[in-house]
């Protein structure tokens, strides 16, 4: 188990600047995700922390120790990497056991150890296997396996479900919990899937476009994001967002009224998560609209409700409602499920 | 009513299959014809020099048809010790060197190889480009140059000549084949390797070879078909005939007394061929192994 930290960590390809100093702590025996968009540099980020990537500016330091200058292999960790990058010439078995035999390891110790994860991972039966012989959920067991024989202090994930099937990847989501919680070794984990970043975090870390938006349980992201970016990035669906604008003590929204609101002035956003915005209930502020489009989805139902103004926001109900295109609904929602963001998207404490 | 209509289409769609069934068969007999024809034509030297090496002197050029009217297997016991020096020497000879080169050729080019796919050194695309320049220059315009380096090092007359190159990664084609090959393979094997503990020479020797067996096989056999039968180079740097390789020996067998031995001549040259058969056969399969192999993914 170890800590990881980052401070001012810049990336940059033959001068063109992909990650613009980032401070991040991870602490020891903490399972952190990082999220973002495609291409702002989560893989680089994590390929900076293994020694895969070279890091342009800053430190990194693993365990209290400085490692900018340390190769791969002595920083002991273990990497999983999204297209698995088993050895096709090797036999499941050695696949585990290249690792430990670079270390020289005794021979029984390394037997034991390849035992032993087989067992966690139950692939007893494929060890004398060629990777080409395994499907991909067994080929993702193997490469975990790889990656705990070495009983490293760090574990590095970069999308590692993401070639399996839906309902493997919940399944080894499941599994990868459950390893977490038995070797208690600190975890960065790269991610698109927000189920998976909400579900497995210790603390999730919110990059986009090389810089870090936010840092905190999945708990405080959701419900307080510091900007605009992370309260649309976390949840899924999105949060609605409304501009408006506030005029000392209240905001005007167009559609729903005046919303009482002290503490800020000029252009404003004001954001609603979709579970929180209710429909036909006569208290509150209102909004009409008409239904666009209602998705079903069993235990719940997305309705699109398109406003007077043109802009098409999304509501959560039960799985029971009954909605259909071209109703006429009306839309609330309470003041405190809002959230608010300044002209610059960042968030501004609603006074309680 | 319906049956009879249910039966007729059944019908039609027997008749459809058995006419489509023909007209494939009509185009398979009409493939493997052309092919048979063109590879007659391919072989039909080799045949020839076949027939030969088992006629009398008198009847190879003389008789048209193949068929030798009487089997003169003497030709080939009496080609191999038709010249001062013994086959047996020459066929050592050809296989010290061919080996050689071969090991070589092998080892040093793949090193080269991994160095261009994987490895970062300043100056990387200028070499790169250097090496392939070589691939342009034909072998008769470094000849000269080459003998005089090679004279003054004083290796006239030796194997030398013809083998040290091959150990300095001198060939650009098998190079250039060999980091194609490389490159292909998923980087994200070498960075595994990486944290697995491996120095850049072990991943070269654990994972990047392995994989490459096809490539390496076929530079092997280039390699060897193009030393086996290098004639240039051995009649440039060898002198004395218990030297020789083979393609120069056989080339004896018309210059050494004015009266050319045809029959044990060409009895010789169907022996020569026979090491790159079966060197072809054995490494063959290894490229088909390796593309078995190759479902990386
Ligand atoms: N070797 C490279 N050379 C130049 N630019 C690169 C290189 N690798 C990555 N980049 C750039 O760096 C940025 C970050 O890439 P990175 O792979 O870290 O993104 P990512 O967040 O992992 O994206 P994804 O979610 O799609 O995997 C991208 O804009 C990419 O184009
Ligand atoms: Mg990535």
């Known amino acids: 188990m170890a800590s990881v930290t980052l401070s001012e960590v810049r990336k940059a390809y033959s001068g063109f600047a992909v990650i613009h100093g980032i401070d ?15 291409g702002c540099g989560k893989s680089t980020l994590l390929r900076m922390i293994a020694g895969l990537e070279e890091i342009t500016d800053g430190t990194i330091s693993i365990a209290d120790r400085i490692v900018n200058d340390l190769p791969a292999s002595q920083r002991n960790l273990s990497m999983v990497f999204q297209s698995y990058a088993l050895y096709p010439h090797m036999s499941v078995r050695k696949n585990l056991a290249f690792g430990l035999s670079n270390l020289r390891m005794p021979k029984d110790e390394i037997q034991r150890r390849v035992a032993d994860a087989a067992r966690i991972l139950q ?27 070495r009983e490293p202090q760090l574990f590095l994930f970069d999308e590692p479900l993401s070639n399996l099937d839906a309902e493997l990847r919940v399944q080894m989501r499941v599994e990868l919990a459950g390893l977490y919680n038995r070797l208690g070794t600190t975890m960065i984990y790269v991610t698109h899937d927000q189920t998976e970043a909400m579900t497995m975090a210790t603390r999730i870390a919110v990059l986009n476009k090389g810089n870090l938006e936010q840092i905190g349980t999945p708990y405080e992201l959701y419900n307080a994001p510091k900007n605009l970016f992370v309260a649309s990035f976390i949840g899924s669906p999105k949060m609605n967002l409304l501009s408006g604008k506030a005029t000392g003590n209240k905001i005007e929204l167009p559609g729903f009224g005046a919303l009482a609101f002290v503490g800020a002035a000029g252009e404003m956003t004001v954001g609603v998560r979709p579970e929180h915005l209710s429909i036909g209930e006569p208290d509150g502020r209102r909004a009409e609209g008409t239904v666009t489009l209602v998705e079903y989805l069993g235990s719940e139902v997305f309705i699109y409700v398109a406003l007077i103004d043109g802009q098409t926001l999304l509501a959560q109900a039960p799985g029971n409602a009954s909605y259909k295109r071209g109703d006429k609904v009306h839309l609330s929602f309470r003041g405190a499920d809002a959230h608010f963001f300044d002209s610059k998207g960042l968030r501004i404490e609603a006074p309680r | ?29 009409l493939k493997h014809i052309f092919l048979a024809l063109t590879s007659l034509i391919m072989i039909y030297p080799l045949i020839w020099m076949l027939a030969a090496s088992l006629k009398p002197d008198t009847q190879i050029f003389g008789d048209i048809g193949l068929w030798p009217g009487t089997f003169e297997w003497q030709n080939y016991a ?10 047996t020497t020459f066929f050592w000879n050809s296989t010290v060197v061919t080996v050689l080169s071969v090991v070589g050729n092998v080892i040093s080019c793949s090193f080269a190889a991994y160095a261009f796919a994987r490895l970062e050194f300043s100056g990387k695309t200028i070499w790169f480009a250097l090496m392939m320049m070589t691939l342009m220059i034909p072998y008769h315009v470094v000849l000269i140059p080459q003998y005089i ?6 290796w006239v007359d030796t194997y030398l000549p013809l083998i040290v190159p091959k150990f300095l990664a001198g060939d650009a084609f098998f190079i250039f084949l060999m980091i194609q090959f490389f490159r292909q393979l998923p980087r994200e094997l070498d960075e595994a390797a990486m944290i697995d503990g491996c120095s850049p020479f072990k991943i070269y020797w654990a994972i990047i070879m392995p994989l490459s067996l096809p490539a390496m096989a076929t530079a092997a056999i280039f390699s060897f078909i193009w030393t086996w039968e290098d004639f240039l180079g051995p009649l440039v ?32 040259s169907i022996l020569s061929i026979l090491p790159i058969l079966l060197f072809f056969i054995v490494f063959q399969r290894l490229i088909i192994r390796g593309i078995a ?5």
């Open chain 2, 237 to 268: 740097y060898l002198n004395d005939q218990a030297d020789y390789t083979v393609p120069l020996a056989l080339r004896s067998f018309i210059s050494s007394d004015g009266v050319s031995q045809y029959g044990p001549m060409f009895a010789m």
């Open chain 2, 149 to 154: 380096l090679f004279m003054n090092l004083g």
């Open chain 2, 78 to 87: 009496q080609g191999w010790n038709a010249l001062p020096v013994s086959f």
């Open chain 1, 123 to 149: 692939i007893e039966e494929l060890l004398e296997r060629k990777p080409r012989q395994l499907s991909g959920g067994q080929k993702q067991r193997v490469a975990i396996g790889r990656a705990i024989v």
């Open chain 2, 293 to 297: 192999m190759s479902g990386l993914k």
């Open chain 1, 24 to 38: 991040l702590e991870v602490q020891s025996g903490e399972f952190l995700v990082l999220v973002g968009p495609s």
């Open chain 2, 1 to 29: 009513m319906t049956d009879v209509s249910a039966s007729t289409t059944a019908e039609i769609a027997r008749e459809y299959r058995a006419e489509r069934a023909r007209r494939a068969k009509r185009a398979a007999v």
